[in-house]
């Protein structure tokens, strides 16, 4: 990475509105000369919100006793699925809490069942920490792509930001073993979590770099009110839109979505995002009435409305802009490779 620490600090913190459009622009135009007006999709099915987890800042953590816990069978996430083919997805994002209740073999037999029916869309996974083995079955089962923020890549940070039985080794060997089976492989942090600085931003930019991941997941921290950071202020809207179009600049081709994280603390959050060089977007594909109860941070939006009414939304908030949503896997392609 060319950037030093102290022009990372410039581009997040200056207030001169010529630099940060210039640095948004960029971004931008890098996104349109890879991939023009379209935007990717991905319907998001959120199938389990147990989690064996207690992250401090996430509302589905185990201690939370207020969360109402649910959990979708393989016949409803087929259904899902079936109602999203229908609206032109290609891709099926499956995420949940780290839930034993899904076996490995069970956890095959979704995917497989997903990829027996639709063998033209792409499943990716976002399922937590893993052994090598089980994302080595997952992958064999016909899995496309995995999904694991790394959530900070400053060890001190990420200690602040979870409990001692989690730890930042095995989250970044869980990456590093993603890669190496040949998984399309999402990183990610959340922008302003508690306890965050220069430095550790700067060393999520590193911890890409390092990487090389075909995906890359950032939005802001929200704070979510029975956590232990409740009392936190969530992420700033500037700060992740700056952050994404650096991360677009560092890795062109890199596949970047405007998150519900960015909607929710902005209206035209998502809108924005793809104008700083954002190229994905995740509409919600689970059943209207679990949706309030993935509730990872509050005031979480889109959670009341039926798939077709939210994904006919984002249509439209995406054409206002001058993009498309595309019905189409969204694969990652090295730029090399693109024609
Ligand atoms: N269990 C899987 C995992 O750990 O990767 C997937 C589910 S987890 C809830 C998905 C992501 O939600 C996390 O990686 C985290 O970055 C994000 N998240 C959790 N709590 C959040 C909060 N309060 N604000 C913003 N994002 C949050
Ligand atoms: Fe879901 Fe607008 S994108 S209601």
Not at 98 to 118: F, G, L, N, P, R
Not at 147 to 161: F, Q
Not at 285 to 294: A, Q
Request: charged share 30%; with cysteine.
């Amino acid at each position: 990475m060319n950037l030093k620490i102290e022009e990372l600090n410039y581009l997040l913190t200056t207030k001169n509105e010529e630099v940060t459009d210039n640095l948004k622009k960029k971004a931008r135009g890098i996104a349109d000369d890879i991939f023009g007006k379209k935007i990717y999709t991905r319907g998001l099915i959120e199938f389990t919100n147990y989690c064996k987890n207690n992250c401090y800042y996430c509302g589905i953590r185990r201690e939370n006793k207020g969360a109402i816990r649910y959990r979708l069978d393989r016949k409803e996430i087929i259904n899902c699925c079936d109602n999203g083919y229908q609206l032109g997805f290609r891709t099926f994002v499956l995420q949940g809490g780290e839930d034993a209740y899904y076996t490995d073999d069970e956890v095959c037999a979704i995917v497989s069942s997903i990829k027996e029916k639709y063998p033209d869309c792409a499943v990716t996974l976002s399922i937590g920490e893993k052994k090598k083995a089980s994302y080595l079955a997952f992958f064999n089962a016909g899995a496309d792509r995995y999904l694991l923020r790394h959530e900070t890549a400053d060890k001190k940070h990420y200690e602040r930001l979870h409990p001692d039985d989690m730890s930042f080794e095995n989250r970044k060997r869980c990456l590093y073993d993603l890669k190496e089976i040949g998984y399309q492989t999402g990183c990610g942090f959340m922008v302003g979590s508690p306890y965050q600085t220069m430095e550790s931003i700067y060393k999520d930019l590193r911890f890409i770099e390092d990487l090389q991941p075909e995906m890359v997941g950032i939005g802001p921290f929200i704070p979510h009110k029975d956590t232990e950071f409740k009392n936190y202020r969530a992420g700033s809207l500037e700060m992740t839109l700056r952050l994404l179009s650096i991360i677009r600049i560092m890795k062109p081709d890199v596949l970047l979505p405007a998150t519900t994280a960015l909607g929710t603390i902005h209206p035209m959050g998502r809108e924005m995002g793809i104008l700083a060089g954002a190229n994905v977007v995740m509409p919600n594909l689970s059943p209207v009435n679990v949706r309030k109860k993935y509730a990872l941070y509050d005031n979480k939006i889109c959670t009341g409305e039926e798939v077709a009414e939210c994904r006919g939304c984002l249509d439209g908030r995406i054409k206002s802009i001058g993009y498309n949503i595309v019905t189409d896997r969204g694969d990652y392609v090295p730029i090399k490779n693109k024609k």
